[in-house]
């Protein structure tokens, strides 16, 4: 039988039991129900169909974006339609863990699941590069909020000697759709649309919102904390500043032109102002201390490097082998 967290102990005494976040009093002494086998592997469900979401929409678009840029126009544009994407997602993911404990993380996960689900929206509906960007952009919001609290929500409901191997089961929810979303992104664009890459978003977002709602009972406990909005602004302009450098310079633009070059100027102060706000705010977004932690140092290396691969190849290939070499999107 697994274990849960207990609930803040009020300041002063009273005859009212804390509450779930559903309003349920809890049994007497305040303290819930250890969660059975059972009921957890239903909560792990929907938490699975959640960060499937999120995991789907980094691989899925891949095989559809030329079909896509091709009717919508403006292929200069569509690296952006996976960048905006992961730009949000990174930037929000931090933010949602305090979010989660300012207002509890069951509301805050479907609340996300909603964000994701309209961003799916905006984009199938799109009529423009600029709008399925847009549409991206908010599917990322939401992606950062599955992904996150996802794992925080594990560690509500399961005991630390349980949790490694719940968790193997989401890192094998990554490995599944980084094969199945390449190839389902494919599938849809040749047998219906290259729309249905966002419409299949929206009864999965139903289920998990269903699954979450009817599995998942955490005791109402909230924890105060400073929100770095001003490190997430921060971050995400230099960011963009330095992808604007990479997809106008050589382009649309000389790597020479004033733009390009302001551009890219703009990108680097901005990265020296944030390593300077975080190292001031009392709660940063990114505390800077971490970079001293060598595990932390050496595994971001690494993962920056595997993201540059990873997504360079899921992005790229598909262009390269259906426009240059005239495959089909499957």
């Known amino acids: 039988m697994t274990e849960r967290s207990e609930p803040a102990q009020p300041s002063e005494p009273s005859d009212q039991q804390p509450a779930t976040e559903e309003g349920e009093p809890t ?33 899925i678009v891949a095989t559809a974006l030329p079909t896509s840029v091709g009717e919508l126009g403006g292929s200069e544009q569509d690296s952006w339609t996976v960048t905006a994407y992961l730009l949000t997602a990174t930037a929000s993911t931090p933010l949602y863990g ?23 929206l905006v984009s199938a509906v799109a ?12 599917q990322g919001l939401g992606a950062g909020g599955l992904i996150a609290l996802t794992l925080a929500i594990v560690g509500d409901i399961v005991s630390p ?65 400073s929100i770095d909005y001003v490190g997430a602004a921060l971050i995400v302009a230099a960011v963009s500043a330095i992808l604007l450098v990479t997809v106008w310079g050589g382009n649309e633009y000389e790597w020479n032109d004033p733009l390009i070059v302001g551009l890219a100027v703009l990108g680097v ?14 709660e940063p977004l990114l505390p800077m201390r971490l970079f001293k932690n060598p595990v932390f ?34």
């Open 297 to 330: 140092s050496n595994t971001s290396a690494v993962s920056f490097l595997f993201g540059i691969a990873f997504f360079g190849g899921i992005i790229y290939l598909p262009v390269y082998l259906q426009v240059v070499r005239g495959y089909g999107p499957t």
């Open 127 to 138: 009529t423009s590069m600029g709008v399925l960007i847009i549409g991206r952009a908010v």
């Open 27 to 59: 049994p007497p002494g305040g303290v819930p129900a250890p969660m059975t086998p059972r009921e957890v592997l239903g909560v792990i469900g929907g938490l699975m169909v959640g960060l499937f979401l999120a995991a789907l929409d980094q691989t």
């Open 269 to 282: 102060a901005l990265i020296g102002v944030f390593v300077a706000w975080e190292l001031r705010v009392p």
């Open 161 to 225: 000697r349980e949790r490694g191997r719940y968790q193997g089961l989401f890192g094998a929810v990554f490995g599944i759709s980084s094969v199945l979303g390449p190839l389902l992104g494919g599938f849809f664009t040749e047998s219906l649309s290259w729309r249905w890459v966002f419409w299949i978003n929206v009864p999965l977002g139903l289920v998990a919102l269903v699954t979450i709602q009817r599995t998942l009972h955490l005791p109402k406990k909230r924890v105060e904390h």
């Open 98 to 120: 305090k979010i989660g404990d300012l207002y509890g993380r069951k509301s805050v996960f479907q609340a996300a699941v909603v964000i994701f689900v309209l961003g799916s």
